[in-house]
């Protein structure tokens, strides 16, 4: 079956790094469009960055010239690089897969989740 399985959270004080990982399996990796999510407590599950088949990517505004989300697709891998981190990016994030190769069209595949925490 389609697993996606995160890694890479962690706890990271203010203006640090963190680079999340997804490891997709039992899927054709390269033909999908890819993505991470967040939830922080008590709001509802937004997008940060999709990546689609072809590598185009696009962001939530809040996360634009921090975050970089990329694949491998030689590795069935998608990652997101995050820079410059605050506190409001605390949150739970899961890696998803689209229904598609475009990032426009549904999730059908969540991950676990991966939680990260921004605080000094």
């Known amino acids: 079956q389609v697993q996606l399985v995160e890694s890479g959270g962690g706890l990271v004080q203010p203006g640090g790094s963190l680079r999340l990982s997804c490891a997709a399996s039992?899927?054709?990796?390269?033909?999908?469009?890819m993505g991470w999510y967040r939830q922080a407590p008590g709001k509802e599950r937004e997008l940060v960055a999709a990546?689609?088949?072809?590598?185009?990517?696009r962001y939530e505004d809040s996360v634009k010239g921090r975050f970089t989300i990329s694949r491998d697709n030689a590795k069935n891998m998608v990652y997101l690089q995050m820079d410059s981190l605050k506190p409001e990016d605390t949150a739970v994030y899961y890696c998803?897969?689209?229904?598609?190769?475009?990032?426009?069209?549904?999730?059908?595949?969540w991950g676990q989740g991966t939680q990260v925490t921004v605080s000094s």
């Open positions: 998803s897969r689209y229904s598609t190769y475009d990032y426009n069209s549904g999730i059908d595949v």
């Open positions: 039992g899927m054709i990796f390269r033909v999908y469009a």
């Open positions: 990546i689609n088949r072809g590598g185009s990517a």
